[in-house]
């Protein structure tokens, strides 16, 4: 499997980003969205963002409108809301398909190589997490629900690898 480091993305301002630049860092990589009863989890990422990024966590957030509809504005409202709204600093890019023939290459890499329950590659709703190792790696899929302070030890783990 190719290391997620292979991969590139457009920044919310259409600026291409190599995923490379981010070697030798963790990686949680997020798919989000601005209207949703999750929507409150961009506190709980800022958090971690916050508290590990000098010991090398870096939150990269992909907002996503393929589940109904829950991140309808433009990628400048986006960034705008998560900044008024939640604080947020880190990483946001444009938005993307994380399900269906448009996925993005990197969400068909981070499915592929951690499925969900029952050995499924689809991704349910937002704000499904991906805790990527130093080496670009995967090392664990998280389902929605699963808070952003409860990834800590696991983020812990990996920073110390």
């Known amino acids: 499997m190719a290391s997620i480091h292979a991969f590139q993305a457009e920044a919310l301002d259409g600026t291409p980003v190599d995923l490379a630049r981010y070697k030798g ?19 709980g990422l800022e958090a971690l963002y916050r508290e590990f990024h000098d010991q090398g966590l870096v939150v990269l957030g992909f907002p996503c409108n393929q ?19 939640f604080g947020v600093t880190f990483p946001l890019f ?9 996925t ?5 890499q981070l499915k592929q190589a951690a499925p969900g329950i029952l050995g499924t ?9 991906f805790l990527v190792r130093k080496d670009g790696s995967v090392f664990r899929r998280y389902a929605t629900a ?10 812990r783990q990996l920073l110390q690898e």
């Open 25 to 43: 860092k963790v990686l949680l990589i997020v798919n989000t969205a601005s209207a949703c009863g999750f929507t409150p989890q961009y506190e």
């Open 67 to 85: 589940f109904r509809q829950q991140e309808p504005g433009s990628n400048a409202d986006i960034g705008t809301f998560c900044e008024k709204n």
């Open 94 to 102: 444009a938005k993307i398909d994380v399900n269906g023939p448009q």
């Open 104 to 108: 993005h290459p990197l969400f068909a």
């Open 121 to 129: 590659q689809a991704i349910k709703w937002n704000f499904t997490k």
């Open 146 to 155: 699963s808070k952003p302070a409860s990834l800590a030890a696991d983020i």
